[in-house]
């Protein structure tokens, strides 16, 4: 072979994509630089997925400045591995004594990853000091989120749009709220305190099993109709413990000493949510408020029994 033709196809394979044994495509601070993680990636930050697949860090990622963002995927159907490895920058958001947030330093526009596809896992990692967002997935739908921990956001932890899933993830110290999500998103084993917003804010029809929310600057829990909330410790937010609208239902929560109302229906209707197994203390506006709200077994309010 030509020696010239040698050189040409060895940089052809060296701007493509690093593949894996298993077919993973790899992504690193070095790969990052070069480009060519995807069609369309350009040399440097941010990182573009444009293409469906499987892919993998193997090592960490630095956000180059609060502006920019980590990584793009512009493309429905890609699993990103984040392999243990973090993604970093440099903002950072202090709590007082009573671990609330007090301000936060280094803010900016960029995030960690930004998705405009549907049909998207993150998984195992953290992303700490974005300058906005750690993940910002408002479009699109189908997004899976597993044993990601976040914080130190100069915005929101993480925004997903419709139809999510959450497992085993923690979320705090961001300058926001810890979560946003649209409707039906299911949360399990997950957290979200020390925001600066909300801990979780979300839509209708949402599902919360065996989460912590706490120390939030507004409320812990506040989402739409039909929500359904069970095994949740929700206590020391600002505003109200757990804040629910029609047709929803509260189970087996221990909801604690929040500035507002430990757990507050909204609807204007009587009696079409419910709440049992709870127990609802140390509130400071009311125990449990909301005439939609009726009790469909034991609670314990502070001494008594039967909740007003």
Not at 97 to 120: E, H
Not at 169 to 189: E, T
Not at 214 to 241: E, H, K, Q, R, Y
Request: a negative charge.
């Amino acid at each position: 072979m030509p020696r010239r033709i040698f050189w040409l196809l060895l940089s052809m394979v060296a701007a493509g994509p690093a593949w894996a044994a298993d077919g993973k495509i790899l992504i690193n601070h070095d790969r990052a630089l070069a480009g060519g993680v995807s069609v369309g990636d350009s040399a440097g930050y941010p990182v573009t997925i444009s293409q469906s697949g499987h892919y993998l860090l193997t090592g960490n990622l630095t956000q180059p400045d609060a502006n920019t963002h980590v990584i793009e995927i512009t493309t429905d159907r890609v699993m990103l591995h984040l392999g243990g490895h973090s993604i970093l920058g440099s903002a950072f958001c202090s709590v007082d004594v009573n671990s609330r947030i007090t301000g936060c330093t280094g803010g900016g526009t960029g995030s960690g990853i930004v998705a405009t596809g549907s049909l998207i896992t993150i998984r195992n990692g953290l992303i700490n000091g974005m300058g906005n967002r750690a993940i910002d997935m408002s479009v699109g739908e189908g997004f899976t989120i597993r044993e990601v921990a976040i914080s130190h956001s100069g915005g929101d932890g993480i925004v997903l749009g419709g139809v999510s899933f959450f497992f085993d993830s923690a979320i705090g110290r961001n300058g926001g709220s810890g979560i946003r999500i649209g409707d039906g998103a299911r949360l399990i084993n997950t957290t979200a305190s020390s925001n600066g917003g909300g801990g979780l804010v979300g839509g209708v029809g949402i599902t919360v099993q065996n989460g912590g929310f706490s120390a939030n600057i507004v409320d812990g829990i506040s989402v739409g109709n039909a929500a359904f909330i069970d095994s949740a410790t929700v206590f020391a937010n600002l505003a109200s413990g757990i804040e629910v609208a029609l047709t929803s239902k509260v189970t087996n929560s221990l909801i604690v000493t929040n500035a507002g109302t430990g757990l507050l229906f909204t609807g204007a209707a009587v009696g079409t949510s419910g709440y049992a197994g709870n127990v609802v203390n140390f509130n400071t506006t009311a125990q449990v408020s909301g005439a939609d709200g009726i009790e469909l077994g034991t609670n314990i309010c502070g001494v008594d029994t039967t909740c007003p």
